[in-house]
């Protein structure tokens, strides 16, 4: 990387939040958040709805500005970095709501990823074909995230789920090194749960994975770790298994109800 994160040191966690805050106005979306994401894990953020679960990633990856604390990638301290300069120095990130361009096709949607990070974005000349070695690339994603059947049709003609899955594609075009992932399986139907689920397991061993995800049993099958935000602070955090006995995150998660049940 050019852009402050150039090697990823043995040992040192992918990403460290720290006493991290946001407010809206008298709201304390976000509070005091401390957070630590160990490199090539998949850590999992769960909590009610309005919990801060989103905010939170907007945080990290800068969409939003923080209003207080501190967030380090790999040893870097990135706080007052730009969204696009996270971005391209490996903070990927998906949404809860799918971003493609409809218009064009699943090769051209990853085409404009892949050359997002490369001067030829800036070519009003460029070819629109892509080279040998952009195909290939694109041939690698489409398999990974098991859309290769729609290489040449529109966004527009797929699916809910498989535009999903091309969301994904996109980000991982941009070869992030810490992966955002908000929700991925919203929306999609329980057929297609299964097959989103498979693809976040088969990412790279290499790739730190930060998700959001309000399915409960899909989160900790998903998790090495799991963190429980609740009105915008760490209510628990530990291994699935802990989150899963823990009563409090069933209090709040769950219900009460269905805790004492």
Not at 1 to 20: D, F, H, I, K, Y
Not at 158 to 176: K, V
Not at 220 to 231: E, K, N, P, Q, S
Not at 241 to 256: L, M, S, T
Request: charged letters at 20%.
């Amino acid at each position: 990387m050019t852009n402050g994160v150039s090697s990823r040191p043995a040992g040192t966690p992918a990403l460290v939040l720290e006493g991290v805050g946001r407010s809206f106005g008298g709201l304390r979306a976000v509070n005091e958040v401390n957070l630590t994401v160990a490199a090539g894990t998949t850590h999992v953020v769960i909590g009610p709805n309005g919990a801060g679960k989103t905010t939170l990633f907007a945080l990290i990856s800068g969409e939003l500005a923080l209003s207080s604390g501190s967030i380090s990638l790999f040893g870097a301290n990135v706080s007052k970095w730009s969204a696009t300069r996270r971005a391209l120095s490996g903070i990927g990130r998906t949404y809860q709501i799918t971003n493609v361009l409809g218009g064009l096709t699943v090769e051209q949607n990853i085409l404009l990823a892949l050359r997002g990070k490369h001067p030829i974005k800036y070519s009003l000349f460029g070819s629109a074909k892509p080279s040998q070695r952009e195909n290939e690339r694109i041939d690698e994603l489409l398999t990974r995230c098991s859309i290769g059947a729609f290489r040449h049709t529109k966004a527009s003609a797929m699916s809910y789920g498989q535009q999903r899955q091309l969301e994904l594609a996109i980000a991982l075009a941009c070869d992030p090194m810490v992966l955002l992932l908000d929700e991925p399986a919203a929306g999609l139907s329980p057929a297609e749960r299964g097959p989103m689920a498979d693809i976040v397991r088969q990412l790279p061993d290499d790739l730190t994975v930060l998700l959001i995800e309000h399915d409960m049993e899909l989160a900790l099958g998903l998790a090495d770790r799991v963190t429980c935000l609740h009105f915008g602070e760490v209510l628990a955090e530990g291994t699935p298994a802990e989150i899963r006995a823990n009563p409090q995150v069933q209090d709040v998660y769950f219900g009460a109800a269905e805790h004492h049940a």
